[in-house]
C-alpha cells in the first residue's frame, strides 16, 4: 500500500481553493490518480496507480497563491487551466494565475480563465504589439481591456486609447439616425461595456472627461502619434491593409498595443485582404511583437458555443 501524504494548507485558503462542493478536488483526484481527504487540518492524499504527487502538490502550491490573492477558481476553470490531460504537465501549471490583473467596479479579480489569456498577459508583459486572433466568446478584447485599465490604474499608461473600425456589415451608415458621434457609437459599445464593468460609473466619467480613456472610430487615429499609451484595437479584422499599417505606425514612446480579431468574421468588401491576417503574416518574428491564436476551447461563453464552433471548424477543414 502506497504511504499516505499530507498537504500543509490553512482551513480558510481550504474553502476557497476545494471550490463548490470540493468539485476542485475532485477534479485533482481524477487528474492526478490520488484520493483527497479534507477532514483533517491540511489535506490527506492517498496515493492510487500512477499517482502524480509533485504534480499534484505543485498545482494545489499554484492554487494557494491565487486563493491568497482572492482568486476563486472553479473546477472548470482549473481544468480548463491545466489543459488537456496527455499535455505536458509543466505547460498547464504555468496557465494557473498567480494574481488577478485587477478588481472590477464589484470588487471582484480579473484573471487569465484559459492558456490563451495567460499567454496574452504575459505577452503584455515582454512586448508592445500584441496580436490576439480567435473567435468570438474567448474573452480578448475584455482581457485586453482590463489590462490597459490595470496599466492606467498603475501609471504605467498615461492615457487608454481603445478603437474599432467602423465598417458597414450590410447597412450604410449614412441610413442610421443621429448625428456621426451618435451613427458610430453602436460600433463601440462593446468597449464601453467592458469599460463600464471594470470601472465605477463617477471614475469611468472622470478619466473621459480628463481625456485619460478614449474610445474612438480607427479613422479618427490618423496623423496622431500616441505616447505612453495603452492602445486597443478591436475587430481588427476588418482593417484594410493600409489601415492596419497607419494603426500600428502610430504606436510612440513607451506605449503598447493590442489588435485583437477574429478572421472568420470579415465584413469587408470580396476579394479585399484583411488587415490582420496581413499584418500577422509579415511581422511575424519580429522581436518585440508577439502573436497569440485563441482556439474553440478557450470560449467562456455557454458550453454549447465551443462545440457550435468546433463543428464550423472541421466543416471548414473539409472544404
Known amino acids: 500500500m502506497s504511504e499516505i501524504e499530507h498537504y500543509s494548507i490553512p482551513d480558510s485558503l481550504k474553502r476557497i481553493v476545494s471550490g463548490e462542493n470540493e468539485t476542485v478536488f475532485r477534479l485533482l ?6 484520493e483527497i481527504q479534507t ?12 499517482a502524480d504527487i509533485p504534480g499534484l502538490f505543485t498545482t494545489l502550491d499554484q492554487l494557494k497563491i491565487a486563493a491568497k490573492n482572492g482568486e476563486f477558481l472553479t473546477a472548470e476553470q482549473v481544468d480548463r487551466l491545466l489543459g488537456e490531460p496527455s499535455a505536458p504537465f509543466a505547460k498547464g501549471m504555468e496557465n494557473i494565475p498567480a494574481k488577478p490583473i485587477l478588481r472590477n467596479r464589484f470588487g471582484i479579480s480579473i484573471a487569465a480563465k484559459t492558456p490563451s489569456q495567460n499567454e496574452l498577459v504575459k505577452a503584455v508583459e515582454n512586448s508592445d504589439i500584441i496580436f490576439a486572433k480567435g473567435p468570438a466568446g474567448t474573452g480578448k478584447t475584455f482581457l485586453a481591456v482590463a489590462l490597459a485599465v490595470a496599466s492606467l490604474e498603475r501609471h504605467e499608461a498615461e492615457r487608454i486609447c481603445l478603437v474599432r473600425p467602423a465598417v458597414e456589415a450590410g447597412e450604410s451608415l449614412g441610413f442610421l439616425p443621429g ?18 464593468e471594470l470601472l465605477p460609473a463617477e471614475k469611468l466619467r472622470r478619466y473621459e472627461e480628463q481625456g485619460a480613456i478614449e474610445v474612438a472610430p480607427l479613422a479618427y487615429m490618423r496623423g496622431r502619434t500616441l505616447k505612453r499609451a495603452f492602445i486597443i484595437l478591436d475587430e481588427a479584422q476588418n482593417t484594410t491593409v493600409a489601415q492596419m499599417k497607419m494603426f500600428l505606425t502610430r504606436l510612440g514612446p513607451y506605449s503598447k498595443a493590442i489588435i485583437t480579431g477574429d478572421a472568420s468574421q470579415v465584413d469587408l468588401a470580396p476579394g479585399q485582404e484583411s488587415g490582420l491576417t ?3 503574416r509579415i511581422l511575424k518574428g519580429i522581436r518585440g511583437i508577439s502573436q497569440i491564436e485563441f482556439k474553440a476551447t478557450d470560449v467562456l461563453r455557454h458550453h454549447l458555443v465551443k462545440d457550435i464552433l468546433l463543428a464550423y471548424e472541421k466543416k471548414d477543414k473539409k472544404k
Request: hydrophobic letters at 35%; a positive charge.
Open 179 to 196: 448625428d456621426l458621434k451618435e451613427k458610430i457609437a453602436p460600433y463601440l459599445r462593446p468597449i464601453q461595456d467592458s469599460l463600464s
Open 39 to 50: 477532514r483533517l487540518p491540511g489535506l490527506k492524499i492517498k496515493p492510487l496507480k500512477n
Open 278 to 280: 496581413h499584418a500577422m
Open 29 to 34: 483526484e481524477s487528474r492526478f490518480c490520488v
